[in-house]
Structure formats: C-alpha cells, structure tokens
C-alpha cells in the first residue's frame, strides 16, 4: 500500500451527512493519524482546498476518493466508520491521475502539488546541479555570500552595496563574509528604507491593516474622518522590529505612536477606545474595527481577517476548518448560517467570531471601545436570538472565555508563528516555499518560536541564511 502525503478531506463528513455531521472529526486528523510522517502534517493539518473547490463541492481529485470510500454502505457514514474507512479510499486513488497532468495523485502529493490542478505537476529534482558549475559570477548550485551580500543590501536597505564593499566581501573567508551579511542586515533594519514610514514594514502592514484614505483621521485625513490607521501601522513597525516579542502584535495591551523617521514610542491610550485590559494588540484596535465591524452584530468578517492576517488562514479557501465538537451552530442573525452549504464554513466562523461581539464597530467617539452589554442595543430585526450572541468563542477548537484569551491561543500557535515568518519569507525570497524549500521554511519557523523567542530580526539573520534565499 502506499504512503501517501495527502492534503485532504477538510469536510469530506459534510458529503456524506446533514449538518448535525459537521462536528464530526474532520479529515485532515484521520489522514495525519495514519499517515504521520506526512510533510504536510509536519507543518500543521492539511487544507480542504486540496479535496474540495469550496465545501461541500468537491475537486477532481475529491470526486476520486468519494467514488471508492465505502461505496456499499449506506449515507450518511457515522464517524466511526468514515474513520475506519478512509484510509482504504486514500491507497485505491494513490496510483490515479485525477487532474490528467501525467503524474499520479501519489507523485502529485508527495511533491507538494495539487493532484487537482493540471497545472501543477511535480518538478524533478537535482537537475542543473549534477555537473560541474560553470558560470563565471554564481554558484548557481547553492548558498552564494556574495549574491546574498547584495541583496541584503537590495531588499533591506533599498540600495546596491559600494563596488569596493563587495570586492572586499569577495575576497574574505566563508565564515567573515557572513558576518558581514549580519552587520549589514543589522545596519539595514534601523534604516527609513525597512522601518520608517511608508518603508518595507509599513508595506508588509497594508493587507493586514486595510487602508482606506476617505475615512482616515489625523495626518492625510479624509473627507469622513473615523479612525487614524498610521497608529496600527506604527504598532505593527514597532513590535516587528528591535528585540521585541512579535506576538505583541495580537496581545499588545499599549499604543504606538511613529516620531521623527524611524522613532517609535509607546503610550497607554492615544487614539484606542478598549481599555488597557480588553486590547489584543492590531485586532482591536479602532481602525480595525471600524473597517472590518462597521455596523455588523456578529463581526463575522472581523473575526475572519484577523484569522487570515495573522494566522494565515483563510476561511472563504477552506483552511482551518476546525469546528468546535459537541458545539451546536445557532443562527443568531437570522442568516440562514445553519443550512448544509453554509454551515460548512459557519460551524467553524462563527465560534470564531462571538470574542469580537463586545467591540463596537463605527460608533462615533465609542468606535473600537469595549461594551459587554452591546448585543442587548440590537433591533431584534438583526435577528430573532441576536441579543443571545455568546462573548465565549472557540480557537482551534479550544473555547476562549473572550478576545483576549482568543489571541493569547492564537499567538502562542503553531499557525502564528508559520504566518509571521511566512510573510518575511514571501517579501524576501518572493513567493510561497516550494516543495524543495519546505524543509527550510519549516525548520525556520519552529525556529522563532524557540530559539528565535519571536523576534522577527532573529529570525532574519537565519532567512538570509536559507539556499532558498542565497541560491541565485
């Protein structure tokens, strides 16, 4: 039988059962329970989107397994045997070729590409490097200090190193040349270009933050003035940078204030309505939840940007669907959340959601303030149950008494930790880990959550020492 490394079957219970299903053990746990050496179980569960286009709608490669997983019995399988019988459906399609690329659904996975996508398929390895290295200014076959020397210079300092600094680096030792890179990695990080305003920090900031100029306050406002995002902007420089612990940027109890170019300094209160108590850091601050609460009673899309931005999951791709079990979906809101096709996604959302309920959204002088008493100001016509809306939530299944308990969970998570340094990966390597480079990327982000202790610039110095980022 083979071995497969399959990313799969988020939902595949919801195919095969009514909504009460949902609470069923999801896929990814069985295939990671049969299959632990899995490299995508190494680097958490796999994602639906591998099975599924959007749950319950199934992929080519879905459609695959759900034709050989107990087609003689009865649906809906009860979790008993959808956990007994999975593995058997996962070994009957592992030497198929459900996107019709020419690779089998096992080299497809095994590779790290979609054996739903045709336009994915397993690259061969160790070619361009079995012969002898004949380019003239590059070690085209591995980690290059000199091409690594420049550009660090390129993408920290926003300029080219002197022609006489890279002569010199040239002519040093291995062990002298690097460090070399971490004195100029060192020197670039304190620069305008990484951490001053509207720099590389700010930059990696935008989709997090959502700007959006016509309701800014302070500096550069617009014609509705409602919140002043430069401070989220200048929280998020401030705990990425420096020897500061980057999960302040979901737990962070202060506020940030920008100074001169590159000086930060810190404050109780400036521009944030939650008292010290209640604040987690850029998901509740008051631009946030301005642009993402607005008037909405159960901040669905609050909760799930704060999901994606700083866990780097993303509910409307199927990723990190984790429904809480034995916790029953109530349509507080009248939305209909509870019918098969939509609870795919709510039972997991909306646990998600209820710690951002006691946040007020546009709310004039209150906006992004704490109310524990908020539900009980909505028109029942926003909901038959609406003032019912629980404060407690669920995180990776696990409940959470309130938000702050919420982001604690979040930023002591694996997904945190892999989101944050994911995205110093992408702005300096310039794309997602490929499948030769997931080992790096993995050991890089265990890394800063141990021997890193979350300090974004201690993780740097060993990215820059990564092939994926020195290899020309």
């Given at each position: ?93 592992a030497d198929e070729d459900a996107d019709g690329d020419g690779a089998t659904n096992v080299e497809e996975i ?10 994915e398929v397993p690259m061969a390895t160790g070619q361009g490097c079995s012969g002898p290295n004949i380019n ?337």
């Amino acid at each position: 039988m083979h071995r497969l490394h399959l990313a799969v079957f988020a939902l595949p219970a919801v195919l095969l059962a009514p909504a009460a299903s949902l609470a069923l053990p999801p896929g990814p746990s069985v295939v990671c329970e049969v299959w632990p050496e899995a490299a995508i179980c190494a680097d958490g569960l796999p994602e639906c989107a591998t099975c599924h286009i959007v749950p319950p709608a199934r992929n080519v490669f879905g459609v695959a397994i759900e034709e050989v997983l107990a087609p003689d019995l009865s649906r809906p399988l009860d979790a008993q045997t959808f956990t007994a019988e999975l593995p058997a459906a996962l070994s009957a399609v592992a030497d198929e070729d459900a996107d019709g690329d020419g690779a089998t659904n096992v080299e497809e996975i095994l590779a790290g590409t979609s054996p739903a996508d045709a336009d994915e398929v397993p690259m061969a390895t160790g070619q361009g490097c079995s012969g002898p290295n004949i380019n003239p200014d590059w070690d085209v076959c591995g980690y290059d200090p000199t091409y690594a020397f420049k550009k660090v210079y390129v993408d920290v300092c926003g300029r080219s190193p002197s022609f006489a600094d890279v002569e010199s680096f040239a002519g040093l030792p291995r062990d002298e040349q690097m460090a070399w890179i971490d004195d100029a990695l060192d020197a670039c990080l304190d620069t305008p270009f990484w951490l001053g305003r509207d720099g590389v920090l700010w930059r990696l900031a935008h989709a997090k933050i959502r700007p959006l100029q016509a309701i800014k306050s302070g500096q550069g406002s617009g014609p509705v003035p409602l919140a002043d995002y430069d401070h989220d902007y200048a929280l998020f420089a401030y705990v990425s940078s420096d020897d500061r612990d980057a999960r302040e940027l979901i737990t962070a109890d202060y506020h940030v204030r920008l100074r001169g170019t590159t000086e930060y300094d810190t404050a109780a209160h400036g521009d944030e309505r939650a008292a010290v108590d209640r604040r987690a850091g850029m998901i509740t601050t008051r631009w946030f939840f301005v642009i993402n609460t607005m008037f909405t009673p159960v901040p669905r899309t609050t909760a799930a940007q704060a999901y994606r931005a700083y866990l780097g999951l993303d509910i409307a791709r199927s990723e990190g669907l984790l429904p809480p079990a034995g916790v029953e979906l109530i349509d507080y809101d009248d939305k209909g959340v509870t019918e098969p096709t939509c609870a795919a996604c709510h039972t997991t959302l909306d646990p998600l959601s209820y710690p951002f309920s006691r946040y007020r959204g546009i709310s004039g002088g209150n906006s992004g303030a704490y109310s524990a008493d908020r539900m009980r100001f909505f028109s029942l016509d926003e909901g038959s149950r609406i003032r019912e809306v629980p404060e407690q939530g669920y995180l990776f299944g696990e409940p959470v008494a309130d938000l702050v308990e919420w982001s604690e969970l979040a930023a002591n998570s694996d997904a945190f930790a892999r989101a944050t340094v994911a995205d110093y990966w992408r702005l300096l390597v310039g794309h997602d880990p490929t499948p030769s480079e997931q080992a790096e990327f993995d050991a890089l982000w265990r890394a800063f959550r141990t021997t890193h202790e979350y300090r974004v610039e201690r993780m740097l110095h060993d990215l820059v020492r990564t092939e994926a980022y020195g290899a020309p």
